[in-house]
């Protein structure tokens, strides 16, 4: 199954509503993540999806559920 725009663009809008509920500027969870500001930057404007260790770190870091598909085996 192909992802289209309108799906990443609601994944961008949902990662900025959570990093601002925490109160974190994109360089603070940028940093948090491992990444570049710019590649953080990337993701909120919905140019490109993280990979998956990103993605999983996202929700970590903004205590979000992690879908079962992406949590580590007990």
């Known amino acids: 199954m192909q992802t289209?725009?309108?799906?990443?663009?609601?994944?961008?809008?949902?990662v900025i509503?959570?990093?601002?509920?925490?109160?974190y500027t994109q360089a603070q969870?940028?940093?948090?993540?491992?990444?570049?500001r710019p590649q953080m930057c990337h993701i909120e404007r919905?140019?490109?999806?993280?990979?998956?260790?990103?993605?999983?770190?996202?929700?970590?870091v903004l205590n979000l559920r992690v879908p079962p598909l992406f949590e580590k085996a007990a």
């Open 46 to 60: 919905g140019r490109h999806w993280p990979s998956i260790q990103v993605y999983v770190k996202i929700c970590d």
């Open 17 to 23: 509503a959570h990093r601002k509920r925490m109160a």
């Open 4 to 14: 289209t725009p309108l799906e990443l663009t609601e994944f961008s809008r949902r």
């Open 29 to 36: 969870l940028a940093a948090l993540l491992c990444i570049s």
